[in-house]
């Protein structure tokens, strides 16, 4: 009775059993074979084209693994793999194992990741060769403020009451000595304004007059126009500064890309 598929595949992975079948098979190729229903298949097929030729025997009982399992004892059994026409015995290439499979998917996952550091470091570098600088201002600038304030500007106002310092009757030379007194509180060794200057002359006009006319006996007849002479300092305004300006607070600013960092 022909061995049945069920049991050639259980009974493939042991030695004995082979060697008995003329399979030419080591221990790891049998259980490769014994793992593949297709490859167990083809060597179903070829295990039967044999027997079927061989001459019979009698069959019998192997002991394996504590059961006995049928073998076809065929004596004139050939203990050469099967011919060319027969399918030969399939396994895994290395291409279809699970650790191929993982390397493959581990190279594909590291190129992914080198790629995307490669945009990175290119970005990064236009990012820095493209930076705009460009000064921030943080505080504005606080300009100077003024304040007016009145100050002597080293020159002179002289003024004339009109009320003559001679007295009627009074003797010439004394006028004159009171006139000189006048002239010289105001006029003398000071730098004047125009119209004050004008005003000191014409006194001392008056008075180089009197002394040309100056003799014994003559007293003051008439009180003319010339009076007591006043001086004050000339004053101005002029604007003077707070000393309170403040210049900006800046500082350089950088933007990448025309929107990373600080851009205007």
Known sequence: MPVSFEDF????PHAPARDAWGLVL?????????????????????????TATAPTAPAAAAPLGGHELPVAAAPGFAAAPPPAP?????????????????????????????ALLLIAA?????????????TKIDVPEKPETFHSEEYETGKYLVADDGVSPCAVDQDWTDCIGLMEAEYAGACAGVDLIPASADLCAQ???EIDR???????????????????????????????????????????????????????
């Not at 595949?9 to 493939?12: G, K, M």
């Not at 290119?122 to 460009?134: L, M, N, S």
């Not at 003319?224 to 607070?249: I, K, M």
């Open 210 to 264: 009197m002394i040309a006319e100056d003799a014994d006996g003559m007293y003051v007849a008439s009180l003319g126009d010339f009076g007591h002479l006043t001086r004050t300092p000339e004053t101005a305004t002029r604007q003077v500064s707070n000393d309170d300006a403040e210049a900006a607070v800046t500082h350089e600013a950088v933007c990448y890309l025309g929107f990373l960092g600080e851009c205007e």
């Open 86 to 114: 027969v399918a030969a015995p399939w396994a895994p290439t290395p291409a279809e194992s699970p650790e191929r499979k993982s390397r493959v998917g581990l190279w594909v996952t590291l190129g992914i990741v080198g």
């Open 26 to 50: 080591t221990d790891a190729e049998a259980q490769q074979v014994a793992a593949d229903e297709q490859a167990s298949r083809a060597w179903y097929d070829y295990f039967l084209a044999t």
């Open 203 to 205: 006194h001392r006009t």
């Open 122 to 134: 290119i970005v990064t570098v236009f990012a820095f060769a493209t930076a705009r600088h460009w």
């Open 9 to 12: 595949r259980s009974t493939l």
